[in-house]
């Protein structure tokens, strides 16, 4: 995505329209869009030959450039679960693994990256009940492999709301259900993880229509992204107004619900009435 926006950057300050890069390339201007908006891959040579048209011409730049293009090229850790890996989703676990803040609204189980491997099991199931056991054993091992990022030296900061029906509804029995209470205890002790409830007696709130994310990043080339999940799949949202959107929904969802201080007391409580 970063160099697909250097590359339009590029463009434009040479005063080419996509008519006239695809012509210098031997394509269609369609192609030079999908390249922009990172949709394609990065052919080195395309890319190579754009610079220089764009006037790009120190051999410095040019390698450095291909030096990115040939990386973000590679596949991602998750590439070894692509048996089972969705298409949209491959996009959900890039965009997760580079964000420096993830914010989300999940109005029906505790979110990936705090599940326990027992619950991340349950859920899967009841999602899936038609596949067989090995796949679920897969998607649990990447739901596990995705909680690393909170690992790290510098992990992103990971700001979520759920409704209070989370924590009620019995996936996997009490047994479980308590275990990933206790895992959600846990995880609210570390300063990037903070957790909001909003509780049953706070009525209606901005985003009752499903769940959502929102991602930002640590480049400046990289605008928020939104991704708001369905049934079948996923839509990313960067433009501006549309991310706007959900970042209002969330902001006034933050302001309503149960404020972060008071999570661990709320699991507490609710740990004990299972």
């Known amino acids: 995505m970063v160099l697909g926006r250097r590359l339009q950057d590029l463009r434009e300050e040479a005063g080419y329209t996509f008519e006239e890069a695809a012509a210098a390339l031997d394509v269609t201007h369609a ?69 420096d803040q993830i914010r989300a609204y999940e109005p029906h189980y505790v979110p990936g990256l705090l599940q326990t491997e027992a619950y991340a099991a349950t859920v899967l199931r009841s999602g899936m009940p038609h596949a067989p056991a090995s796949e679920i054993d897969r998607l649990v091992a990447l739901r596990l492999a ?39 205890i846990e995880a609210v002790s570390a300063p990037h ?36 999940e369905s049934l079948i799949g996923a839509a990313y949202f960067d433009q501006r107004e549309d991310v706007s959107l959900f970042r209002e929904a969330l902001d006034r969802m933050c302001a309503q619900a149960a404020q972060v201080h008071r999570t ?11």
């Not at 995705?146 to 979520?160: E, G, S």
Request: proline content about 9%; glycine content about 6%; charged content about 25%.
């Open 264 to 274: 661990e007391v709320i699991l507490s409580r609710i740990r004990k009435e299972i």
């Open 31 to 99: 192609t030079i869009r999908r390249m922009e908006k990172a949709q394609v891959g990065l052919k080195v040579p395309y890319v190579e030959k754009l610079l220089r048209i764009y006037g790009v011409t120190t051999t410095e730049e040019i390698d450095g450039f291909l030096n990115l293009a040939r990386e973000a090229n590679r596949p991602g850790w998750w590439h070894h679960y692509r048996d089972v890996l969705p298409e949209w989703f491959s996009a959900f676990v890039s965009l997760e693994a580079e964000a």
């Open 193 to 228: 993880v903070r957790l909001q409830i909003m509780p049953f007696s706070a009525g209606p709130h901005p985003a009752m229509y499903g769940p959502f994310h929102l991602f930002r990043f640590p480049i400046p080339e990289l605008p928020d992204v939104a991704c708001a």
């Open 146 to 184: 995705r909680q690393d990022l909170l690992q790290r030296k510098q992990p992103p900061l990971l700001w979520v709301v759920i409704d209070e029906t989370v924590l009620r509804r019995p996936f996997g029995g009490p047994n479980v259900l308590r275990a990933q209470i206790s895992r959600l």
